[in-house]
Each structure stands twice: as structure tokens, then as C-alpha cells.
């Protein structure tokens, strides 16, 4: 798994050091990511007339209710290499994405994580594969709205406690899924 790890960071790398020529670099936030109170940023490049790299991350230190012990603490890293259709950061785009996350989650369910129950805590890491599409609205010569949805793979490893405020451990499992794996609406700055 450390080798994953090491290639994915050497081939974003190469791609960020070429990037940094290119005409375009957007900002951006994901809103829907907003509405599960974890803060969220990310940078879009151009690398060529219709091909983008965007590499978003976002960080969840909080705990949401201390006496039940609800939180979904977590950080996500997760880039996507995007085809545009007609011309970058305008438009429809087919994206390949892969991600890798951190999570402490308790006292809450999220839909369509079935291995997530209220009656437990979940302490693990997780990575994924997918695919997506999305738009990109133009507002203005420098502010774009886009909305973006994915779908693949991903496999998680966690450690299992018995309730969401109690530390009984139950033991270590593995959860394999196919499903979404991205979703956004997102408010997008272009830096020229």
C-alpha cells in the first residue's frame, strides 16, 4: 500500500510541476462538502486545451455533539485528471478520480455507507477509484459554478467499537464498495 501511496504522490507531483506553466489555475470550494461541516479547498490546472488536474482535499476536526460522542472526524485527499468536451473550466468534463481518507465517525449514519450505524464508532482509512462527469457554468470572466458527480471503488480497513461512546473494541474489518464515490456542487475562482 505504501508503494500506491508513493506512486500516486510522484505522478500528482510530475503533474502539479507541469501545471504550473499552463494559462489557468482555479480555486475552488465544495458547498455540499460545507453541509457536513468540513471545511474544504481545492486547485484545478490547466495542463492542456481540454485536459484539467484537480487536487481537492478537506479536513473535519470537529466534534459535533461531545455528551453522545457524535463526529465525523476525517481528512480526504482526492485528485481527478478531467477531460473537457469543448474547452477547459467550461462546460462538460469526464474525470478520472482517486482519493484517500482518514475517518473517526460516531453517533451518525451517512446514506449509502451501509457498514456506518448510530450504535457505533468507526476508526479507519480508506481509499478509491472513479469516474465522473460534470458541468461548469460560467457566472463571470472570473467565477464559475460547477456540479459534478462520481461513481467507483473504494476499500476501507476500520476498527470497530461496539457504541458511539463507549471504547469496547469489536475487532478490525474491511468494507469493499461500489457505488458514488464523488458529489459536489462546487464555487470556483479562475486565476489567470
Not at 480555486?27 to 492542456?48: D, H, Q, R
Not at 481537492?56 to 459535533?64: E, F, M
Not at 485528471?81 to 478520480?97: D, K, P, S, T, V
Not at 459534478?148 to 474489518?173: Q, R
Request: with cysteine; proline share 3%.
Amino acid at each position: 500500500m505504501r508503494n500506491l501511496i508513493a506512486g500516486v504522490f510522484l505522478v500528482v507531483s510530475w503533474c502539479v510541476v507541469s501545471a504550473v506553466n499552463a494559462q489557468d489555475i482555479a480555486v475552488k470550494t465544495n458547498l455540499l462538502y460545507w453541509s457536513s461541516t468540513t471545511p474544504n479547498i481545492g486547485a484545478e490546472f490547466g495542463l492542456g486545451k481540454r485536459t484539467t488536474l484537480e487536487l481537492a482535499g478537506g479536513y473535519n476536526p470537529w466534534t459535533l455533539d461531545e455528551e453522545a460522542n457524535k463526529k465525523i472526524k476525517h481528512w480526504l485527499f482526492m485528485p481527478e485528471f478531467r477531460y473537457w468536451l469543448c474547452e477547459r473550466f467550461n462546460g462538460h468534463f469526464f474525470g478520472l478520480h482517486s482519493g484517500y481518507t482518514q475517518y473517526n465517525v460516531s453517533g451518525i449514519s451517512i446514506p449509502l455507507m451501509n457498514m456506518l450505524s448510530e450504535d457505533y464508532r468507526y476508526e479507519g482509512w480508506a481509499a478509491g477509484i472513479g469516474i465522473s462527469y460534470g458541468y461548469s457554468w460560467i457566472m463571470s470572466r472570473r467565477w464559475n459554478l460547477e456540479a459534478t458527480i462520481g461513481l467507483g471503488y473504494a476499500y476501507s480497513n476500520y476498527d470497530k467499537y461496539e457504541c458511539a461512546t463507549c471504547g469496547k473494541y469489536v475487532g478490525n474489518k474491511d468494507k469493499h464498495y461500489f457505488g458514488p464515490t464523488k458529489a459536489g456542487i462546487s464555487l470556483i475562482y479562475i486565476v489567470k
